[in-house]
């Protein structure tokens, strides 16, 4: 887009403009309080006011500071922002409320990509392979209705001149720019045309929490308009520079220690410690704030400031309650571009949880983690995009209350880290209890299982923080296995299960990574379920044994309601990589590039041997698209006879009533209601072993039991207010309860 109207903004004025600005009001301006007034400028000395050499990356160079705003995200938003006031678009729609169920009707089931591991034709581009025509008849006969893309835009840092590499795949994003290595915007538009016509939509991302450390992070660090407001920046005065710590040689930045920490806080510059150092990692990241090397500003003063990052160094938080409130103008203009521009039809928020943070009235960290603020951004990002006909979704592990507490006001659906580690440890014990537990205390909390979604395998690690019952409901008492245990130590007692059952010797081909979770595949959580320890070495009814497991998982996802969604690594069946092939990555401690191996879906590139991207090929159990489309029997044709029986039957729009008790450990038993009033009941069996049983609930209504796979009449609801059923290992099944027809009065 280009803007309709050529008059500077604030962040386009110069120095001249605002020095004559400022003359107007200097009688309003001296009598102000003196803590509001600009801080005078430091002393400076005679070689810190000479200018730079002529191509000299420093803000003391006029054309280096007008290369960054060119390409700087808040320039971009402050233009478009400029071109939608008062267009009649931006008052078309309903906005106030998340509707999850809206959002659920325009595309419950959804691919998630990933564009470092999407294996392309020759001369063809990420976002060229998303918007071909045989991957979406691909999609269409699976029964695919959504691609959420995963982040494609330019994404890295800025060090001087040049352009520095992504550190946390893409998610540091430092434009709205298409990033060349995933193709073009004209791709990305004729991706979105393509979906259209097969009745589907696109999926983009926006990442409310951060940036990169590109033009906008540069020009905050060079004091230029209103940038440092975008972030949480804080600007140490020199006589404070001793409670710095030196950056490396080579760097530009440095994490502050837990004592560099202290010793801010105490002087009044920070608030401190957080809640929680997410990516904890000893000598790494110790904390949740770095400090920049001594810096240039745009008018000759050396600077250093010391900024925020939840997340890695190079991911800057932003501030959404600076008074210039640059980050929320910086977000919003980027919403808009995806959806008006682009044409995607929903966004992630990313690292969308962690929006306000506030000093602490006691001695306890910072208040970081569900603050007030944070729903209230997230209020204002979902309504803006509700306004423009899209949906949100948020990527948020936090407690479910605070997942519950942002969804009611803010994004429509929320992705389901509320179950998705339970119903891993269930399938690696063959014991449901836990998934029991998690799925009655989600109801508890108020969570509707039609708001989440529930995802097979995403580019992120195995999840077990379990944050709602090890932080926020850490006392509360708990019942497992007989046993009585605070939430502390039911998240413990998680977690090390997992860690055995998962790693090790029972999987040396998953990764513990950091406190976070476990790296893996869904099909190498399954192996390590299966007592398989050598992947090199599986047999065709190893491989079997594995498709049968993850079917059964994308049914429990699949046959609630809900978004279900899966990734290009769980439709080939990917396994992990060697870590040999990924030790540059994986240097840091990041271990999950184990799990990101290259993958082929549509078999256009037989011979690669790595992604364009430059991610090695993981080895595939099922194969590609076509090769199982081919095939009746395969992974990708037994999900579609899933997902057909979801779609005719309208459970993705249903509710979750009852989790009832079951008389065999491995069972679990979901009672759904669905739009049309019929009661609607989901058996799966956790084990490699065959089970019969009678399953009951109060939910339950009289009447005829039928299975939805086959549409036969499988039995009826008996006195005691169930039925009997048998599975199969690792079976389930989708049956409905037809009520007895009411007579009509005499």
């Excluded at 977690?495 to 513990?512: D, H, I, K, Q, W």
């Excluded at 395969?634 to 009533?657: E, M, Y």
Aim: proline share 5%.
């Amino acid at each position: 887009m280009t803007a309709t109207n050529d008059s500077p903004t604030p962040d386009e004025l110069t120095e001249d403009d605002l020095t004559t600005e400022l003359s107007f009001d200097q009688q309003r301006f001296a009598a102000r309080p003196a803590k509001l007034r600009p801080r005078a400028r430091r002393n400076a000395s005679a070689d810190d006011t000479l200018p730079p050499p002529p191509f000299e990356a420093d803000g003391r160079n006029r054309a280096y500071v007008e290369w960054l705003e060119e390409q700087s995200m808040l320039a971009d938003a402050t233009r478009l922002a400029r071109q939608l006031a008062g267009d009649h678009l931006m008052w078309a729609n309903a906005f106030a409320k998340p509707d999850p169920r809206a959002a659920v009707e325009q595309a419950s089931v959804w691919f998630t990509a990933y564009p470092l591991s999407h294996i392309s034709a020759k001369g063809q581009s990420f976002l060229g392979a998303l918007g071909s025509e045989d991957l979406w008849r691909a999609f269409e006969e699976i029964g695919i209705e959504a691609v959420h893309t995963g982040p494609v835009k330019l994404a890295g840092g800025i060090s001087g001149w040049e352009h520095t590499a992504s550190i946390d795949g893409h998610f540091d994003r430092i434009s709205m720019a298409i990033d060349p290595i995933f193709g073009t915007e004209d791709e990305f538009r004729d991706m979105c045309a393509t979906a259209a016509a097969h009745n589907g939509t696109i999926i983009d991302d926006i990442v409310p929490g951060h940036t990169g450390k590109g033009a906008d992070f540069r020009l905050a660090e060079l004091n230029y308009g209103s940038y440092p407001g975008i972030y949480h920046m804080i600007d140490i005065p020199q006589e404070a520079w001793h409670l710095l710590p030196d950056v490396p040689e080579g760097k530009d930045a440095v994490n502050l220690s837990p004592e560099a920490e202290r010793a801010l806080e105490e002087a009044g510059y920070i608030i401190g410690a957080l809640q929680r150092v997410i990516f904890y990692e000893p000598g790494v990241k110790e904390t949740n704030w770095s400090v920049t090397r001594p810096v240039h500003d745009c008018h000759g003063v050396v600077r250093r400031w010391v900024y925020l990052h939840y997340f890695k160094d190079g991911q800057p938080s932003i501030n959404w309650l600076d008074p210039t409130f640059a980050g929320m103008r910086l977000v919003m203009g980027d919403a808009l571009h995806s959806l008006l521009d682009l044409g995607s039809g929903g966004l992630r928020l990313d690292a969308n949880g962690f929006l306000g943070v506030e000093k602490s009235v006691d001695l306890s960290p910072a208040w970081s983690e569900g603050h007030p603020l944070s729903q209230a951004a997230n209020q204002l990002i979902g309504s803006m995009v509700r306004k423009v006909g899209g949906f949100t979704f948020q990527e948020l592990n936090l407690s479910m209350d605070d997942i519950h507490n942002t969804g009611s006001v803010g994004p429509d659906l929320s992705y389901d880290f509320v179950t998705r580690p339970a119903y891993q440890y269930a399938l690696a014990t063959g014991d449901t209890e836990f998934l029991r537990l998690t799925l009655r205390e989600a109801m508890t909390t108020g969570i509707d299982q039609a708001s989440l979604v529930h995802a097979l395998q995403n580019h992120d690690e195995l999840t077990y923080e379990l944050v709602h019952f090890a932080s926020v409901h850490r006392d509360d008492i708990y019942v497992l296995g007989g046993e009585e245990l605070t939430g502390a130590e039911l998240a413990e007692h998680v977690r090390a299960t997992m860690r055995e059952r998962l790693t090790g010797a029972a999987g040396p081909y998953n990764r513990v990574f950091t406190s976070n979770g476990i790296a893996c595949t869904t099909a190498s959580v399954i192996a390590a379920s299966l007592g398989m320890t050598d992947l090199s070495a599986l047999s065709d009814d190893d491989r079997r044994r594995i498709a049968d497991a993850h079917l059964l998982l994308a049914m429990y996802n699949a046959w609630q309601p809900g978004v279900f969604a899966l990734s290009g690594w769980d439709l080939v069946g990917a396994l992990p990589l060697e870590a040999g092939k990924v030790q540059a990555l994986i240097r840091d401690g990041d271990t999950r590039w184990i799990e990101r191996g290259a993958y082929d879906l549509m078999d256009v590139a037989p011979d690669a041997t790595k992604s364009p991207a430059g991610m090695p090929r993981a080895t595939a159990v099922y194969g590609s698209l076509p090769e199982q489309l081919g095939n009746e029997h395969s992974f990708a044709r037994r999900l579609a006879r899933v997902l057909a029986v979801r779609k005719r039957f309208g459970l993705a729009t249903g509710a979750l009533v009852d989790v009832p008790d079951v008389p065999d450990k491995a069972l679990l038993v979901l009672v759904n209601r669905l739009r049309d009033g019929h009661t609607q009941v989901t058996a799966l069996n956790c084990s490699g072993e065959p089970v019969s049983a009678h399953i009951g609930s109060e939910a339950i209504p009289a009447g005829t039991v039928w299975d939805l796979s086959s549409r036969r009449k499988v039995g009826k609801v008996d006195d005691l207010g169930g039925f009997s059923v048998s599975l199969e290992p690792f079976g389930g099944k989708a049956l409905v309860v037809r009520e007895p027809r009411t007579q009509p009065a005499a």
